[in-house]
C-alpha cells in the first residue's frame, strides 16, 4: 500500500510515498484555502493515476499544517474528519513533518 503525503505552503507540495515511505511521485501545486480539501483531493488523484495507482493502491493521507491558523478551520479534527470523508481511508495531520511520517508508517501495521 502507498500513501498521499502533503506540506502546504504558498506551493504545496504533494506525494505519493511508498510502504517503507519513500518517495514514488512528488510535485508542487497550488491549492486554495477556501477549498483546500476538495483542491488537494483532485490533485492527489491525479498524481496517483499518472502513477498507475488507483484507491485500493493507497491507504492514508498525511498532511503537513496547522490546519487552524494556516487553514483557519475550527479545529484540526475537524479538518482531519473531512480528510477521511473527501477520501476515504485514514488522515493524519499534523504542524510537524516528523510526527505526520511516523503515523502513516504506523497506519501499514
Not at 480539501?37 to 502513477?51: A, G, P, R, W, Y
Request: charged letters at 25%; glycine letters at 2%.
Amino acid at each position: 500500500m502507498h500513501y498521499f503525503y502533503a506540506e502546504y505552503g504558498p506551493m504545496t507540495t504533494i506525494s505519493i510515498l511508498t510502504p517503507n515511505g519513500d518517495e514514488k511521485a512528488s510535485r508542487q501545486v497550488s491549492v486554495s484555502k477556501e477549498f483546500f480539501v476538495n483542491d488537494l483531493t483532485e490533485k492527489m488523484i491525479e498524481l496517483s493515476h499518472e502513477q498507475n495507482l488507483y484507491h485500493n493502491d493507497i491507504c492514508a493521507i498525511g498532511v503537513v499544517v496547522d490546519a487552524t491558523e494556516m487553514l483557519n478551520w475550527e479545529s484540526k479534527k475537524q479538518f482531519q474528519q473531512e480528510l477521511e470523508a473527501s477520501f476515504s481511508f485514514t488522515a493524519v495531520v499534523d504542524p510537524d513533518k516528523k510526527v505526520v511520517l511516523k503515523k502513516l508508517l504506523e497506519n501499514a501495521k
